[in-house]
Each structure stands twice: as C-alpha cells, then as structure tokens.
C-alpha cells in the first residue's frame, strides 16, 4: 500500500555525527529531508579538524591527536542520540567512524542507520596519492571503509558508477545500496539570466584544487588559447595543489589567466553570474569517472553552459550536446577546441544552459529531491 504523506510525516530522521552542517551535500539532504515532510533531529557535534585523509595524517603523532579531539566530539553526542526519538539514524559525508562508534555502543538498536558517505576514504586516499608508502595506514583506512559500510542498514551513494566500486571494490551488498543524484542547493544557487552577449568570453573554474579536478588540464588548455584574447579564464579557490599550480601559471605566463584564492561560499553563485562558461573536472582518474562535482550541479542551476571531462557518472544525469559539453578526460586540446566553438557560437551557448538550468529545475526541484530522499533514505526500512 503506498503511505500517504501524513504517515510519512510520522517517520522521524536524526542526522547524526561530527559531519560538516554547512557541506553541500549535508545542506541538499537536510533539505530533502524536509521537503519530504519527515520530522528531522540533528545531533550533531562539529569535528573541524584535519579531515580523515590529509597528508598531516600519515605523522604517527598528528593520528593520536585527530583520535583524541575526535572521541571528545563524538562523546558530546552521546547523550543526544540516546534521547533522540528518531527511527532512523543518517549518517553523512566523513561519518565512517560515527557509524562505528553508534553501531559498536548500541546506539543503533532498534532503530535503522542509514550512510551516506558521498565518497570512501579508500578511493580519497587514491585520489590524492596519500599514505602510498606507509601500507598499516591505508589497510586501517580501507579496513575503516568496509566496517562502516557493512554495519549500516543501508548506503546511499551519488552515482551509479560510485555503487559499482562500493559492490566490487568494497564488497557492500548490492540490496544495501541506493543512489541519490544531488542536484544543487536550489536556496543558494537559482537561475540567473546570461551576461550581455561581449567580444570576451569569461570561463570559470572553482573548487579545492584536488587532484580529480585536473586544474592542470585547463591550465594547458588556457597556454594553448593564449592567442585568443577574447577568452579569459578566472581559477578560484585554494586547496591540495593550490602551490603548484600557482608556480606552473607563474612560470607559463598566461595572461589569460586570472588566479584567485578563496571565496566564501556564498558568493560563489555571483561569481557564476559574472561568468558565460564554468568548467568542471578533467582528471582520467578513477575517482573522476565516479562522481558528478557539486560544481557541475550548481552552475547548471544557474543556466552557465558546462564543460567538463566525460565519465560514465556525468553520463547518468547530463546528455552531451544538449545540457552539457564533454570532452575526453585529461586532454587538455580537446577542452581548447571546445571553449574556441562555444566562442564562436554563443548561440550555442545559450541553447545549452537553458537545457541545463530546465534539467535542474524539474528533476531537482524540491518535490522531486523529497521523493528521491524517500526512496532512498526511508522505503523498506520502517
């Protein structure tokens, strides 16, 4: 029998954990939640340490502390989670020690856990190339994966493609796994009419300078489109390669180029408005052919024509041609060639972020993002 939304009003959720509020993909699954019209707790404790996988981490002494500040955060929600009404227990993004720590002190008892991790640590420390020569630190890590994974009742994961590494990497039951495409923070990031149509063509890049972004890729590409002047990229952010991509655009030149450091998050949607073209990520590794960027979401959302690195992920929501451009990945000439024809048509740009931001209005809009949340984080489970 389908449950009407005044049972489904009955059903309460607790986000749990040391997970970061203001994160995107917190901000869009309390919002989910909400839409859906569940009764939503917080027991939540801020942990803003050095994150689960950094390079201060592979230092002996830095693990103790980080374990230290941790078990002192965590056990400020204890007391919270042993009054907390909820039937089920969510936890998010960086939450694989939450869900031990709540599994292994009883706190899940009769009740469900539901994890969303968004990404494993095994797939960030591949990604990021860290603890490569200190082996205990990576099987404790990808050990850490597997334990968390396994004593939730559930997993929900971004993208098709991430599901297939969880089942064939991680060895997570496929009838524990659900996907939950996140769209955008729609209260942030709204529609915004294109720029007068100009002879320049502003591109922009922002994110953390991960390794799966390929930040070197679009600086190739911006040295190769040196000579046309009517094309200017803006890079923002700051993060793991920030110093060495800083001295590469040093040593090239590019006056095309403008590099600047960190904005605060909510003034990334005007930056988006300032520009025609956003770009998100051109990495061939494996985790850049596992996610779709929050980026990518979010400059859709705000009707910017998108180019970014082709992947079976972005594939599961995007359509090249028609919402999005794609391009081989880690091919710096093929991402040149497709700026120079957005340059040239601008008609065609227009054509593609109206698709984008129409995508996102009606397959992301709240009513939609409720539903997915209910499939995903509530059916089956009470």
């Known amino acids: 029998m389908r449950e009407s939304r005044t049972e489904k009003r009955n059903v309460q959720v607790c986000f749990f954990g040391t997970y970061p509020a203001s994160y995107t993909v917190s901000r869009i699954l309390v919002q989910a939640a909400h839409a859906a019209g569940l009764v939503v707790h917080h027991c ?6 050095t994150p689960l996988v950094s390079r201060e981490l592979i230092r002996p002494a830095a693990v103790v502390t980080y374990i230290a500040r941790y078990v002192r955060s965590a ?6 989670l042993r009054r ?5 227990l969510v936890a998010g993004f960086r939450g694989q020690l939450d869900v031990l720590w709540a599994s292994h002190l009883g706190y899940t008892r009769g009740r469900r856990l539901v994890f969303a991790p968004l990404v494993t640590v095994l797939e960030t420390i591949e990604d990021r190339m860290v603890a490569r020569h200190f082996p205990p630190i990576r099987r404790f890590l ?10 939730a009742d559930r997993v929900v994961i971004d993208t098709h493609a991430h599901a297939e590494y969880l089942r064939s ?9 659900r996907v939950f495409h996140l769209g955008a923070d729609t209260s942030l990031f709204r529609y915004a009419p294109p720029r007068s149509r100009s002879e320049t063509m502003h591109v922009l890049f922002y994110g953390s300078f991960l390794p799966l972004h390929g930040v070197p890729v679009i600086l190739t590409a911006a040295k190769r489109l040196q000579g046309e002047h ?12 920030w110093t060495e991509m800083k001295k590469q655009l040093d040593a090239a030149s590019l006056n095309n180029v403008t590099l600047l450091g960190w904005v605060d998050y909510g003034t990334i949607p005007q930056l988006i408005a300032q520009h025609d073209v956003c770009l998100g990520i051109f990495s061939d590794n494996q985790k850049a052919r596992m996610v779709i960027p929050n980026k990518v979401y979010q400059c859709a959302a705000m009707g910017r024509p998108v180019v970014s690195a082709d992947s079976p992920a972005v594939r ?10 794609l391009v081989p990945p880690n091919n710096p000439e093929a991402l040149a060639e497709a700026l120079i024809d957005l340059y040239r048509h601008p008609e065609t740009r227009e054509v593609l972020a109206t698709n984008a931001a129409q995508l996102l209005s009606e397959q992301f809009s709240p009513s939609a993002q409720a539903k997915r949340f209910l499939s995903s984080f509530v059916e089956a489970l009470v």
């Open 84 to 88: 907390c009404p909820a039937q089920i």
């Open 75 to 80: 056990s400020r929600l204890w007391p919270l």
């Open 316 to 325: 599961e929501v995007f359509t090249h041609g028609e919402n999005i451009v």
């Open 230 to 241: 009517n094309i200017r990229f803006t890079l923002c952010g700051n993060g793991w390669q």
């Open 44 to 49: 939540h404790d801020s942990f803003r340490e």
């Open 142 to 151: 990808a050990w850490l994966d597997r334990q968390s994974l396994n004593l």
């Open 169 to 177: 990497r991680l060895n997570v039951p496929p009838q524990k796994i």
